[in-house]
């Protein structure tokens, strides 16, 4: 079985500041990691995924996670925030094996100006 | 690529109505997936489909619950006899079989049942 636990689930900060959104999972196999947003009204949207080689994986719209696996984490970052990254965001892991992901509860990143 | 779309967008229903959801997966793509994502939570797997046989089912997915693939293209997810805690947005994604595959999500179809 696995489990994602999103540790912070509403992230408040200001426009251009940086921001870390935590992630933890829980697996007896190998996994892949993901980490997704969803705007209102709209459906998921993969911002990077982490497969394999490097544990730094860089996305869409200036994201960036990095895979730690004696921690089991993959902290989702970006140096300088916009308006414009206000949504929910959600971590993902899948068996390397299977078909289905299992999802976090989602961090809710509200970009105050 | 037109994408993963679902039809309808918003249904509004009455308990212990039933109602069928379609999704249209992109055009290549042989797997299919639906998930359930209730507020505040993340999207839960109910089951997936490689071309037209079922391969995995969640324990969630109870007896008023059934998906379809019949031509390996579309998908229907059917719920008999609606109750209020099927209420929730269902989600529908596809991908490929290869090692480094991702999933493409549709929009959803939010399910309101009063």
């Known amino acids: 079985a696995q489990s994602v636990t999103q540790l912070d689930s509403q992230v408040p900060v200001f426009e251009e500041a940086p921001v870390e959104l935590r992630c933890n999972y829980s697996?007896?196999?190998?996994?892949?990691l993901f980490w997704y947003v969803q705007y209102p009204n709209q459906g998921l949207q993969l911002l990077l995924k982490?497969?394999?080689?490097?544990?730094l994986v860089k996305g869409i719209n200036g994201f960036e996670a990095e895979f730690n696996k004696s921690q089991t984490s993959f902290h989702l970052r970006k140096p300088s925030v916009h308006i414009s990254d206000t949504a929910e965001y959600f971590c993902?892991?899948?068996?390397?094996?299977?078909?289905?992901?299992?999802f976090g509860d989602g961090t809710t990143l509200t970009v105050k100006p | 690529d037109t994408g993963v779309s679902q039809d309808p967008r918003h249904k509004i229903t009455k308990r212990g109505q039933n109602v069928t959801f379609r999704c249209d997966p992109i055009?290549?793509?042989?797997?299919l997936y639906w998930y359930r994502q209730t507020l505040g939570q993340g999207p839960e797997f109910l089951t997936y489909?490689?071309?037209?046989?079922?391969?995995?089912k969640s324990r969630l997915l109870s007896d008023r619950f059934s998906a379809e693939r019949p031509k390996g293209s579309f998908s229907t997810l059917e719920i008999q006899r609606t109750e209020q805690g099927d209420s929730a947005m269902y989600l529908c994604?596809?991908?490929?079989?290869?090692?480094?595959?991702?999933?493409?999500f549709g929009p959803g179809t939010r399910l309101t049942v009063t």
């Open positions: 994604a596809s991908s490929t079989t290869g090692t480094n595959e991702r999933q493409y």
């Open positions: 697996s007896s196999v190998s996994v892949y």
């Open positions: 982490y497969l394999s080689g490097s544990t």
């Open positions: 993902a892991v899948r068996n390397t094996n299977a078909g289905k992901s299992t």
């Open positions: 055009s290549e793509h042989n797997r």
């Open positions: 489909f490689q071309n037209e046989a079922q391969l995995e």
